[in-house]
């Protein structure tokens, strides 16, 4: 078959975005899932493909991973206090890169079955890092909107950095938990 005509199949093109309010004005979520493609007939083919192919993290392969990013702004107003944050703005962005596979001709059923079986473990998994990022977000914003005045701006940016670091340390932390338990 001539070049022109072989079809290249790009997972990239399968990108899933959804994006979300919250229930807090100035609180949105956007949620990624980005799929590979996973080539193979047996379960031991597949995690040879995942391992040549799937998401790096920490100079590794992955089968399946999950990336969330927190960024936060707000204004500061003057206060009878002093100063004091208002306007909270946080915007969270999870990624999830979860493997795909296009079946062979003639594959059984049961290959089919233990397929999905593996896929919807990975994505399950994932999911719990997609809850942190979550909660992360809500607990930022919460933490944000609920900082005491400030005898200056510089305080109200000092405290409000400070809170930031501790909401997504915690919640960084979950993460590693949520790996030590399944031995990831």
């Known amino acids: 078959m001539p070049e022109s005509q072989v079809q290249h199949w790009d997972p990239r093109c399968l990108r899933k975005r959804r994006t979300r309010e919250e229930p807090y004005p100035g609180l949105r ?12 007939r047996t379960a031991g083919e597949w995690r040879d493909a995942m391992a040549r192919l799937g998401p790096q993290r920490a100079g590794r392969r992955c089968m399946a991973y999950t990336e969330w990013r927190l960024t936060w702004a707000y204004a500061t107003r003057a206060h009878e206090q002093g100063h004091a944050a208002a306007e909270v703005h946080v915007e969270l962005e999870v990624e999830t890169t979860l493997p795909v596979w296009r079946p062979p001709a003639n594959i059984t059923f049961e290959r089919i079955t233990e397929w999905n079986t593996l896929r919807r473990t990975l994505a399950c998994h994932e999911e719990g890092h997609g809850r942190n990022g979550i909660e992360a977000a809500h607990a930022l914003f919460r933490s944000l909107s609920a900082l005491p005045p400030q005898p200056s701006a ?21 993460d590693a938990a949520h790996d030590s338990r399944a031995g990831a």
């Open 29 to 40: 979520l956007t949620m990624l899932e980005t799929p590979y493609l996973v080539v193979g």
């Open 154 to 174: 510089q305080c109200v940016s000092e405290l409000a950095s400070l809170s930031a670091a501790r909401v997504v340390l915690h919640y960084r932390e979950r």
